[in-house]
């Protein structure tokens, strides 16, 4: 017979939606980011703080609608490991591309 477990630190359905709610903002923020940089010029702020934010949304998704803060620690380092080793290789590629585009 198989074991259920009950957890009773999960999130209730209001911190969801504040959590949703959050997300939209984020959201919000991104796209307002979009259009602010194509009417001001941010300096080349505008893509680490895409990245930033995405990162952020990335980690509440993965964190609260996926269980995983209420899993085992392992499974958060395997989540954060392939995450900053996806950033990582986003980073060398966006400068692989950035000096050919420079020298090329």
């Not at 996926?66 to 620690?73: C, K, Q």
Request: glycine share 8%.
């Amino acid at each position: 017979m198989a074991e259920t477990t009950t957890h009773d630190s999960y999130p209730s359905t209001k911190e969801y939606v504040k959590i949703a709610v959050l997300l939209a903002v984020l959201t919000a923020l991104e796209v307002s980011l979009f259009y602010v940089d194509k009417a001001v010029d941010m300096g080349g702020w505008d893509g680490p703080l895409l990245v930033a934010l995405s990162a952020i949304k990335f980690i509440l998704v993965v964190g609260w609608f996926m269980h995983l803060r209420f899993e085992n620690s392992l499974l958060a380092r395997f989540f954060s490991g392939g995450f900053l080793a996806a950033m990582t290789l986003y980073g060398i590629v966006l400068l692989t591309f950035g000096a050919i585009a420079l020298f090329g």
